[in-house]
């Protein structure tokens, strides 16, 4: 009878708590609405987003959040899912600015460095371009056959100016370092 070997054990590293992580939040515009939430489920309920995910959920990350687990929010890919449709917001029952905490959240993400790729490749595209999709050449030569005018010229000065000031031009630089 052959003897089952069992796999090593990996050591599980417990989840670090963080009391001062909310404050930074909450120091934010409309971050400060993080404290009045009381776990509901409102803005979970009624996320279009959330209806298609299994990961993604809003009062999840607010609670996180509320705890101070920040290693387990900002590199998180399901951070980014929020579409920014303000339904969550809408329908808080405590006026927490759900979205707005959302984006604050993101927003600390960008600043440690956590940024998905497909976000700083939209970012580039924008700094390179003024659009967030790189339009083909033959794109623009089929408009022009079937009589559609031509896609307005982006005043790349200006999109230099924001995104200098957005602080988009990190992201940018990030990405050509890679």
């Given at each position: 009878m052959a003897q089952k070997t069992e796999a090593p054990k990996k050591n599980v590293e417990p989840l670090k708590m963080d009391p001062s992580?909310?404050?930074e939040v909450m120091k934010e515009h409309d971050g400060e609405t993080l404290k009045i939430c009381f776990q509901c489920g409102s803005c979970t309920s009624s996320c279009p987003t959330a209806?298609?995910?299994d990961s993604y959920r809003p009062r999840t990350i607010l609670r996180?959040?509320?705890l101070g687990i920040r290693q387990k929010i900002?590199?998180?890919p399901t951070l980014w899912l929020c579409t920014a449709c303000f339904t969550c917001t809408d329908r808080c029952p405590q006026d927490v600015k759900v979205?707005?905490?959302l984006r604050v959240l993101r927003n600390l993400a960008v600043k440690e460095g956590q940024t998905p790729r497909i976000f700083i490749e939209l970012a580039s595209n924008i700094y390179e371009?003024?659009?967030a999709y790189k339009i083909p050449e033959l794109r623009q030569k089929k408009?022009?056959?079937v009589g559609l005018p031509p896609l307005p010229k982006a005043?790349?000065?200006r999109v230099d100016r924001l995104l200098e000031l957005a602080g988009g031009s990190k992201l940018i630089k990030s990405k050509e370092a890679q």
């Open positions: 992580f909310k404050y209806r298609f995910s996180l959040a509320q900002l590199p998180s979205a707005s905490v371009t003024g659009y408009r022009e056959t005043s790349l000065d």
